[in-house]
C-alpha cells in the first residue's frame, strides 16, 4: 500500500466508505475522508468519537476492502 493508494480513496467522488484491514486483523472503517491524513510512512487515522486516534503504517495494510452504504444493490432487469 502507498499513500497514493489511500488519497485516491479518499478524494473520490462521490466518496465511497472502505475498510482498512491489517495485517494483525484489526480493521478501520473510514466513513469521513476529512479524519484520514495519509503520511509519508503511515497513515493517520482519527476516530469519529473525536477523541482517539491511531497511525497505521503502510506495511501492515494487508487490504483495503469497500463498504456498502446501507443499501442493497441494485438488481439488474433480465432481458427476457
Known amino acids: 500500500m502507498r499513500p497514493d493508494d489511500i488519497r485516491d480513496l479518499l478524494q473520490r467522488e462521490p ?5 482498512v484491514v491489517l495485517t494483525s486483523g484489526t ?10 491524513m495519509p503520511l509519508k510512512r503511515e497513515v493517520f ?13 503502510y506495511l501492515h495494510i494487508a487490504a483495503v476492502e469497500m463498504l456498502t452504504n446501507g443499501r442493497p444493490p441494485a438488481r439488474r432487469k433480465r432481458r427476457q
Open 45 to 57: 487515522i482519527a476516530f469519529e468519537d473525536g477523541e482517539r486516534w491511531t497511525h497505521v503504517p
Open 15 to 19: 466518496f465511497q466508505a472502505f475498510r
Open 27 to 36: 480493521h478501520y472503517d473510514i466513513r469521513q475522508p476529512q479524519l484520514v
